[in-house]
């Protein structure tokens, strides 16, 4: 049985799809000003992205990141914080 994790924005949401939708939000250029990584910059691909990022998990952390504040709706300061 899969667990639920109603407070994690990822959940259900493949890393694929996350790559895709940063791409086809800010194209390859906005992807390398916003993550300083190689595989933004030098002859990008979503493949190519995919294997670097299951393979380095600061950079995968940081790709994450940028999808959750770009595409959630609820920033912290909604919340009030």
Sequence with gaps: MA???PNNPLHGITLEKVVTQLQEHYGWQGLADRININCFKSDPSVK??????????????????????????????????
Excluded: H, I, M, N
Excluded at 73 to 79: F, K, L, R, T, V
């Design 48 to 81: 190519s992205s995919l294997k670097f990022l299951r393979k380095t998990q600061w950079a995968r952390d940081k790709v994450e990141a940028l999808y959750v504040k770009t595409f959630t709706a609820e920033s912290p300061w909604q919340q009030g914080k």
């Design 3 to 5: 667990e639920q994790q």
